[in-house]
Structure formats: structure tokens, C-alpha cells
């Protein structure tokens, strides 16, 4: 499975391109002021006009942060003049980034009750798109993160990399119609994939799940849709949607597993994500001869991702060589009190369990929460898992270790493409 050369030349010509001519930088700074980052490079600080933007990233944060604010509490809380303030918010409501949303409490000493400013739910939006090998969702989101429409398709079977950029091209645009915005409404796109890419090239230099190598996704799309497009690893993805808007909001340090056919992690340390790849689901696990596709044997990934349980669910339960039995055919089965198929998922939730124990012992993280397809099997995975990593991990980390379940669902994955495009065109969280 592991090749590392695409299947079609033809359909893969614009990867082949030599990497100077396939490379773009996008505006330092968009027509609405918001700063959109050249790839690859830090803001400089000390220069005025960066200042102003900075400012203006940090009031939005503080709005995403607090719902709703006043004037002088950011003034306060941002240790800037009331005047800078001011005239920022004035900038930031004529653009329709933010509106005044009612009034607060008045001061002790008395005086006019404050105006209270709040992220705009209309006017500006993103894009997320969750590129799946089974699926691919596409939603518009406002400021807020709130999802306002959304569409989820089957991946195309043909994985070509001209059929998968038409697909997303398709997708997006259709949504764009649908929802009846202009595309000077839409302040970027976030892309979530599987595969080893650099976010700030926009490059991915090997995506198992389709076979593409050395491809600049990020600007491909660019250049036909004629916006901005963010797009990272989609376990690291999905780990920020869950820090910005599911169970792992008051997180500062946690492990996002991603349990689907295969399994994928995130680490996030002091509100950080580590950009770095972690390769959670080849961890060693097990004595057992299960061969995994990264070509060694006994990894987590063989023997607890939805593969794993697929395989052990055909050749143990499935022996009339009836339709193949998927993970969530295993899961109904073993809701309906089949013993095999109950043993199958305790299986993978214990071997999950004991890798997740290193895991919490190497770096003690407040939480672990556990996404993708297969969380979806909730207690049947949960409970086994639980019970092992109680047993094998530390004393003191495991009572300060919280383990659940990915807050967002089903839509873990486009809810995180959401925060990629967010956090890159409006809020900057990582760069300040
Ligand atoms: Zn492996």
C-alpha cells in the first residue's frame, strides 16, 4: 500500500512540474487588512502597519475567546490605549469582522453602560474541507466556527490527483452557489488530508491514503479557485477543532488520537500544536506476527484501527464469504450480543489502552481524546481501553489523565478545517 509514485503520469502532470514553478507565495496582507502570511516566513514585528494588524488579530482572538467584550475590557486586557482600541473596532465593524452586540453592566462608580462587541455571524466566512478516502465534506462557517451549510460526498474511487482536485473544485463550488455568497465574502479555505505535508508550503510530500508524492495541493487549488488555502495533516487538523470547539477547550496539554481505518495522532503541548508528525498507530504493541502497512510487524495500527478490526471480523465471523464486513457492521453485531465480534473490539480497545499508557506516561497530558470513525463505537471501544491503560499506566499520570471521546463526532474532521481557516486568515493563534 506504501507506494511512493502516483499511478497515472497523465493525470498527475501538474505534480511533476519543477518545484520553483509549482510554488506560491500568497499576500502578505489581504484586501481587508487581515493578515494572510507569506508561506514559510514570521511576521516582523516592530514595523507600525504589522503592529496595527497584530492588534487587530489579538482583538479578534479576545472576541473569540470571551463571546462578548467591551471597549475598555480589551483595552485592559490587551494593554493597549483606549484610542488604538477605538479606532480598530471602528476598522474591524465598517468590514463586518465584528458587531456591537447589546449592552453591559455598568461601572460601580456609575456612567453609561458599555457597548459590547462580538464576532460578526455574517458578512465573513471560511471554507472547511475534509478530504477523506472514503468521504469528502465541504462546509461554509462563519467567525463563530458555526458550520451554515455542508455537504459530504463519496470520495471519488478514481484517486488521481486531477479527479480529487475536480471533486474538491466541484464541491466548493456548488457550495458557494448554494449558499449564495460572493467569493470577496470567503476570507480562505482550510484543507484536511492524511499524508506527511509541510502547512506552510501547502505541500504534501506523501499521502499513503491516495499515493500522491511531492504535490503543492495548497497552491493547485489557489489557482483555481482564486482564493487562499490552508491545509494540514488531518489528525493535527482534527486536534484543533477539538481545542477550539470540543472536548479539549480547557486543554492545555492533550493526545488526539485519530481511530479510523487507520490510526493517526496529535500532540498538543501549552496550547500548541506540535507540528511535527506523530506517528502514534506504529508504535510497537504487540508479539503477535501482524504485518502493517508501514511494512513492520506487530504495530497498534494492525491490530487496533478499523483495518484491523475489518480483518479479524471477515476471517473470524464471515465465513460464508458473504458481502465484507465493515467496522460498523462488527459494532451493530456486537451491540446485538454477537460474543465474536464483542471480543473484536475488546481486543483493539485493550492494545489501544496499553499504547495509550506510554503515551500518557512519556508526556502526562491533561487529556487523551479519542476521534475519527471509530469512536463512534463509543463504550465498545472505550471501556476495554479504559480498563487496560488503568493497569499499565502510572499511578500519578493516570489519575490526572482524563480519556474521552472526540466532542465533535462525525464532524471532527471538517469542524477542524474550519479552525485551520480561521486560525490562518483571521485569529492567527500560533504566530503571535
Ligand atoms: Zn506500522
Known amino acids: 500500500m506504501l507506494n511512493t509514485y502516483c499511478s497515472s503520469e497523465e493525470n498527475c502532470e501538474r505534480m511533476h512540474e519543477p518545484l520553483e514553478k509549482n510554488k506560491k ?44 467584550v467591551s471597549r475598555a ?37 456609575g456612567g453609561r453602560k458599555p457597548r459590547l462587541l462580538t464576532l460578526s455571524g455574517d458578512h465573513m466566512y471560511v471554507l472547511g474541507v475534509d478530504v477523506g478516502l472514503t468521504n469528502t465534506t465541504v462546509a461554509v462557517a462563519n467567525l463563530k466556527g458555526q ?26 463550488d456548488t457550495l458557494i452557489k448554494e449558499f449564495a455568497v460572493s467569493k470577496s465574502e ?19 510530500s506523501f499521502s499513503p491514503d491516495f499515493n500522491w508524492k511531492d ?39 492533550f493526545f488526539y488520537v485519530n481511530v479510523g481505518y487507520g490510526i493517526g495522532s496529535a500532540i498538543v503541548i501549552e496550547n500548541k500544536i506540535y507540528e511535527k508528525n506523530s506517528e502514534f498507530g506504529h508504535v510497537y504493541i504487540t508479539k503477535r506476527d501482524v504485518v502493517c502497512d508501514c511494512g513492520k510487524t506487530g504495530c497498534l495500527e494492525s491490530v487496533s484501527s478499523g483495518q484491523a478490526i475489518e480483518k479479524a471480523a471477515n ?30 473490539f475488546e481486543d483493539a480497545g485493550k492494545y489501544l489502552g496499553r499504547a495509550l499508557a506510554i503515551a500518557a506516561n512519556l508526556f502526562n497530558p491533561d487529556k487523551i481524546i479519542i476521534g475519527g470513525g471509530l469512536s463512534n463505537a463509543g463504550d465498545l471501544l472505550l471501556v476495554p481501553l479504559k480498563q487496560e491503560f488503568q493497569i499499565h499506566c502510572m499511578d500519578i499520570i493516570k489519575d490526572s489523565t482524563q480519556i474521552e471521546l472526540s466532542g465533535l463526532g462525525i464532524d471532527g474532521g471538517v469542524v477542524g478545517a474550519v479552525s485551520l481557516a480561521l486560525d490562518q486568515y483571521v485569529f492567527h493563534s500560533e504566530r503571535l
Open 25 to 68: 507565495e500568497v499576500d502578505k496582507v489581504s484586501k481587508y487588512g487581515i493578515l494572510t502570511q507569506k508561506r514559510g516566513t514570521m511576521i516582523k514585528k516592530g514595523d507600525p502597519e504589522n503592529a496595527r494588524l497584530l492588534n487587530r488579530s489579538l482583538i479578534l482572538r479576545e472576541l473569540k475567546k470571551h463571546g462578548e
Open 73 to 109: 475590557e480589551l483595552a485592559r486586557s490587551l494593554d493597549l490605549s483606549k484610542m488604538t482600541i477605538s479606532a480598530i473596532v471602528t476598522d474591524l465593524i465598517s468590514e463586518g469582522f465584528i458587531c456591537e452586540s447589546g449592552e453591559g453592566n455598568a461601572m460601580k462608580q
Open 147 to 172: 458550520l451554515l451549510l455542508k455537504q459530504k460526498i463519496p470520495t471519488r474511487r478514481n484517486h488521481s490527483l486531477k479527479s480529487i482536485v475536480e471533486q474538491i473544485i466541484e464541491l466548493i
Open 186 to 204: 470567503v476570507l480562505g479555505v482550510g484543507l484536511s488530508i492524511g499524508g506527511l505535508l509541510d502547512k506552510n508550503q501547502g505541500y504534501i
Open 215 to 253: 504535490v503543492y495541493l495548497g497552491t493547485m487549488l489557489e489557482d483555481t479557485l482564486g482564493l487562499p488555502v490552508v491545509i494540514d495533516n488531518c489528525s493535527r487538523v482534527m486536534a484543533l477543532g477539538e481545542k477550539w470547539y470540543g472536548n479539549a477547550v480547557a486543554a492545555g496539554n
Open 315 to 344: 476471517r473470524r465471523l464471515n465465513n460464508d464469504d458473504s458481502d465484507w464486513l465493515t467496522a460498523r457492521d462488527v459494532a451493530a453485531m456486537a451491540l446485538q450480543g454477537n460474543e465474536v465480534a464483542k471480543q473484536i
